[in-house]
T-cell receptor, first 112, second 113 residues
Framework: GQQLNQSPQSMFIQEGEDVSMNCTSS?????WLWYKQDPGEGPVLLIA?????ELTSNGRLTAQFGITRKDSFLNISASIPSDVGIYFC????????????FGTGTRLKVLA | KAGVTQTPRYLIKTRGQQVTLSCSPI?????VSWYQQTPGQGLQFLFE???????NKGNFPGRFSGRQFSNSRSEMNVSTLELGDSALYLC????????????FGPGTRLLVL
């Protein structure tokens, strides 16, 4: 199936550190979403981006819609243990079938 | 406002059987999408329903089908189950189809033996 390239695949960080992850696509998107998923649960929407260049924050999380419309970035500042989980990006375009394509996920582990 | 609910949460079936999963979207949401999540393939889009009509369909065989009722609740059915159908099946709802953000339910974990 189709997936977006997301990096890094996984990362261990110390509590209090900042975290960055990104998602790239070969296609242009006009919506980017970022989700967090805990084990055995469904993804929870963190941030939605609708415009190229847009920078949106949600608490300690900040995400950006790349100006090329082919990438997006998520930053987590001052990480805490509950940030542990898998982070997914998802992109959608008006061409084709409107379906969302998801990234491969970034597994985050925070060391207290 | 209640979130997306999915039933059952866990299911064990054997090869060749069929299964029906249910999803109730957030109140007022009229679009429901279904996804299959596996460790190897990640999150893959199955289909999307809006106003009781299938709007989009992913690249899955015809054994996977769905429907949506007038109250926006949706069901998906998998016939002639195969071992590879073992996965977390996620439902997501949005106000309307298309570009709106989606909110996921907790999923139904299906194990095929």
């Amino acid at each position: 199936g189709q997936q977006l390239n997301q990096s890094p695949q996984s990362m261990f960080i110390q509590e209090g550190e900042d975290v960055s992850m990104n998602c790239t696509s070969s296609s242009i998107f006009n919506t980017w979403l970022w989700y967090k998923q805990d084990p055995g649960e469904g993804p929870v929407l963190l941030i939605a981006l609708y415009k190229a260049g847009e920078l949106t924050s949600n608490g300690r999380l900040t995400a950006q819609f790349g100006i090329t419309r082919k990438d997006s970035f998520l930053n987590i500042s001052a990480s805490i243990p509950s940030d542990v989980g898998i982070y997914f990006c998802a992109g959608s375009s008006t061409s084709g079938t409107y379906k969302y394509i998801f990234g491969t996920g970034t597994r985050l582990k925070v060391l207290a | 406002k209640a979130g997306v609910t999915q039933t059952p949460r866990y299911l064990i079936k054997t090869r060749g059987q069929q299964v029906t999963l249910s999803c109730s979207p957030i109140s007022g949401h009229r679009s429901v999408s279904w996804y299959q999540q596996t460790p190897g393939q990640g999150l893959q889009f199955l289909f999307e329903y809006f106003s009781e009509t299938q709007r989009n369909k992913g690249n899955f065989p015809g054994r996977f089908s769905g429907r949506q009722f007038s109250n926006s609740r949706s069901e998906m059915n998998v016939s002639t189950l195969e071992l590879g159908d073992s996965a977390l099946y996620l439902c997501a709802s949005s106000l309307v189809a298309g570009q709106e953000t989606q909110y996921f339910g907790p999923g139904t974990r299906l194990l095929v033996l």
